[in-house]
């Protein structure tokens, strides 16, 4: 059975810096697409980041570029998301998502329903 398991959140100035990690397991981790998204409260799952299975691809949500860097150890399973100059409108429980591609396509897929494994969240509060 495939497991994510969120960790790094926290509450936190306006300009600091959070990394939230998803540790995966049960799963062949290199062939996964992933991505990191995120819901406020009243909204939907929104993408925040994501990463081909290759590594090669990534994608961005505009509020966030140039603030946010998505990244993959592949050796210790582990999907990251380091998030700098940390804003008020960042605070959401961030969410890990994942699907297995079996080495196909290299995309990065940005809608929930790409996605059919879930992490539990992590809470991001950043106050002003």
């Known amino acids: 059975q495939v497991h994510l398991v969120e960790s790094g959140g926290g509450l936190v100035q306006a300009g600091a810096s959070l990394r939230l990690s998803c540790a995966a397991s049960?799963?062949?981790?290199?062939?996964?697409?992933m991505a990191w998204f995120r819901q406020a409260p009243g909204q939907g799952h929104n993408i925040v980041a994501g990463i081909s299975w290759s590594n090669s691809v990534t994608y961005y949500k505009d509020s966030v570029k140039g603030r946010f860097t998505i990244s993959r150890d592949n050796a210790k399973n582990t999907l990251y998301l380091q998030m700098n100059t940390l804003k008020p409108e960042d605070t959401a429980v961030y969410y890990c998502?994942?699907?297995?591609?079996?080495?196909?396509?290299?995309?990065?897929?940005?809608?929930?329903?790409?996605?059919?494994?879930w992490g539990q969240g992590t809470q991001v509060t950043v106050s002003s």
């Open positions: 998502a994942a699907f297995d591609t079996g080495y196909g396509a290299n995309y990065v897929y940005v809608r929930p329903s790409d996605y059919d494994i």
């Open positions: 049960g799963t062949t981790f290199s062939s996964l697409a």
